[in-house]
């Protein structure tokens, strides 16, 4: 039977916030009066998580738990569990606490109102470090002004979404869709809910910068061409500075003026060196995301799904290395 609601958890590694998360969770979900389930989506984690989600797993009938064969990051588990849950509504939520679970009966009852979204937003980031505040200002701003989508500043993956939002999400042939941007660009009927944004329960961040970087390039290259305009614009404006050059350096010969030059020459041919390999690099990243889509390879296999058991018969829910444990 489908539940009201569904709330799907990416789990990396997390074996130190597991227990919190179904202690404070738990409480939430058995008191909202709907049938749920705890999608958690263990996204190939190499600790004792998959030995800690058995055990609850054991003591929580609501619970499920799928495992990815290999670490496919964060969106593509939030969009394997968005493939595999069944509720009418569906939230997804971090398992580091850092997104309150106390906001769910606030963002089932505003979309009850007749809302098929509702983005959680985070209304003081102060538990975040200085580094991760200024980048992520500058991230959603940068990003919105590039995609001209309406998403919400400030809302990161806390966000309750309809059966109908959910199928339209599954239904994307995208690849390394970054959901917080491709969610509002669909535009359903959307609400918000402002929370306070907690420090990590336990455990360290999974989110090393090259993740942040790689997550910026797919939001961008995900919705705007704006920057492979840039490289056109780039270009003209070095070509108008090669004919000003020019012009001067024939009026200075014909005044019988030599040239100063060699600084200026190796600059110039070091800056437009730079010029072009950037404008090859943000090129690259288009034609890099045009091969993976043409590719159409998953971004996430599934090994075991506590519902329906082990995909293969050699799938166990638990990974080779920690069964040995
Ligand atoms: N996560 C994941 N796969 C990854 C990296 C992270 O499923 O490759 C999960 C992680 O377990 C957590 C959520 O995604 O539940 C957000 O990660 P994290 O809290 O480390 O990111 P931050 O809050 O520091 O941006
Ligand atoms: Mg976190």
Redesign the pocket.
């Known amino acids: 039977m489908r539940p009201e609601l569904s709330i799907v958890?990416?789990?990396?590694?997390?074996e130190d916030v597991l227990p919190l998360l179904a202690q404070r969770l738990r409480p939430v979900a058995d008191g909202l009066g709907a049938t749920y389930e705890v999608v958690t989506?263990d996204?190939g984690s190499t600790d004792s998580s998959p030995v800690v989600l058995q055990r609850l797993l054991r003591e929580w009938p609501e619970l499920r738990v799928v495992r990815l064969r290999a670490?496919a990051?964060?969106q593509a588990?939030i969009s394997a569990g968005l493939a595999t849950a069944r509720g009418a509504y569906v939230v997804t939520l971090?398992?580091?606490l850092?997104d309150p679970p106390e906001v769910i009966p606030e963002m089932l009852a505003r979309a009850r109102q007749g809302v098929d979204v509702v983005y959680g937003v985070r209304s003081d980031r102060s538990t975040d470090s200085p580094f991760k505040r200024a980048s992520a200002w500058a991230f959603y701003r940068v990003i919105r002004l590039l995609s001209g989508t309406g998403a919400q500043v400030d809302a990161g993956d806390y966000r309750l979404m309809s059966r109908a939002t959910v199928d339209a999400v599954n239904a994307l042939p995208e690849h390394h869709r970054v959901l917080r941007f491709v969610v509002p660009a669909l535009g359903f009927p959307s609400d918000s809910v402002t929370y306070r944004r907690d420090e990590?329960a336990a455990g360290r961040?999974?989110?090393p910068l090259a993740a942040m970087i790689r997550l910026s390039l797919d939001s961008v290259t995900g919705f705007s061409t704006a920057p492979l305009r840039f490289a056109t614009w780039l270009g003209l404006l070095g070509g108008a500075a090669a004919f000003g050059l020019l012009a001067y350096a024939l009026i200075a010969s014909a005044l019988g003026q030599a040239l100063p030059g060699w600084t200026s020459t190796v600059v110039a041919v070091a800056g437009v060196g730079a010029v072009q390999l950037l404008c090859l690099g943000i090129l690259g990243e288009y034609v890099g995301r045009m091969y993976a889509h043409l590719q159409a390879r998953p971004t996430y296999f599934v090994a075991y799904d506590s519902l329906t058991g082990p995909v293969t018969a050699a799938d166990e829910p638990l990974p080779a290395e920690s069964r040995q444990a």
């Open positions: 958890v990416p789990v990396y590694n997390e989506v996204d670490n990051g964060h588990a971090d398992a580091d850092q990590r961040s999974k989110y």
